[in-house]
C-alpha cells in the first residue's frame, strides 16, 4: 500500500509540474530520475556547504567593436565527483527545489564582488534565479552583501529573467526599485524567449535587455531574424536601454548585430566563461603574452 501512495505521488508530481490540469500514469523512468535529482540534490548541498567543486567562471561582454571588454558575467560551475562537468541549466532548477538558490546565488555575487574589486574598470554582471528574487529581504541581503565586500553597487549588474513578474507584479516591480535605487544595474536576461518580454518592458524600469541566443543564432538562418533583432534594439534604444547580444559565435553574426545598433556582445567567438585567474589575459592580451 505504501509503495502504490509513494508512486501514485510521483505521478503526481510529475502531472504537477507539466502544468497541471491533466494526469500522469506512473512509470518506472520517473522514479529513477526522482532518485537522480533527489541525489543530485543532496550532493548539490553538500558542494555548497564545503564549497567543494564549486567555481565561478567569467565570460566576457565587449563593445561593438570587439576591441574592449566592457564587463564579465559571473556564471557557475560544478564539477561533481562522480559525474563530472553538470550545467548550470541543469542543477539550478535543482537548487531552486530544494530551497538551497539563495545561498548559492549569493555566493556567486560575494566571489563576483570579489573580482570586481580586483577589476575596478569593469562591471560585474549576476544572474538572479526568479525563486532567489522573491525571498524575504532579498534587497536588503544584496545591499549587504556588497557593502561587506566594499564594492559599490553600481558595478553590479542583476541579471533578472520574466520569471520574476509570476504572482506579483507590484510586488516584482517594488524589488527592482528597491535595487536601482540602490545603485544596482538591472538586466533583463533572455530577452524575447518569454511570453511577455514587451509587457515587462512597458511595466518595469531596467538599465539593459539582453536578447537571448536562440536570436543571435537565428541570424542569415532564417529571413527576418534580422529585422526581429533591429526592431528589438531600435526599441530598447528608444526607451534608453543598453542592448546586449548573447551567444555571438561567429563574425557574421557579429557584424549583423552591429549594423542592427547592438551595445555589447558577449559569445565564444570572443571567449567562453573563463576562471578568474584568466580574466588578466583576456583584459590585457599584451601583457599577458
Ligand atoms: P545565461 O545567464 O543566459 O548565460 C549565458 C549562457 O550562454 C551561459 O551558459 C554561457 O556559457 C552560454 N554562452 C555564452 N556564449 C555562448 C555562445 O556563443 N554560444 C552558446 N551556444 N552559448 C553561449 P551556462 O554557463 O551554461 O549557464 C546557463 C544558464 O544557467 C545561464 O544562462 C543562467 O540562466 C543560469 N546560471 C548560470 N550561473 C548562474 C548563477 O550563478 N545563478 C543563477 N540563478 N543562474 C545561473
Ligand atoms: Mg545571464
Ligand atoms: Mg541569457
Known sequence: RQEMLRKADIALYEAKNQGRGQYRIFEHV???????????????????QTRRDLSVHYQPLVEISGQRIVGFEALVRWQHPVQGMISPTEFIPIAEEMGIIAPLGEWVLREACQTARQWPDLTLAVNVSPLQF???????????????????????????????????????????DGLRAAGFRIALDDFGTGYSSLNYLSHFSVDKIKIDRSFTHSLGMSGNAAAVIESVVRLGHAMGLTVTAEGVENRGQMKALARAGCNHLQGYLFSE?????????????R???
Open 287 to 289: 601583457e599577458a603574452s
Open 134 to 176: 522573491r525571498a524575504p529581504g532579498f534587497v536588503e541581503r544584496i545591499k549587504a552583501i556588497v557593502s561587506k565586500e566594499q564594492v559599490s553597487p553600481s558595478r553590479i549588474e542583476l541579471e533578472i529573467t520574466e520569471g520574476v513578474l509570476i504572482d506579483d507584479e507590484k510586488r516584482a516591480k517594488g524589488i527592482i
Open 30 to 48: 520517473m522514479d529513477e530520475s526522482l532518485k537522480t535529482r533527489q541525489q543530485i540534490g543532496a550532493d548539490l548541498r553538500l558542494a555548497l
Open 273 to 285: 566563461a573563463v576562471p578568474r585567474e584568466q580574466i588578466a589575459g583576456l583584459v590585457n592580451p
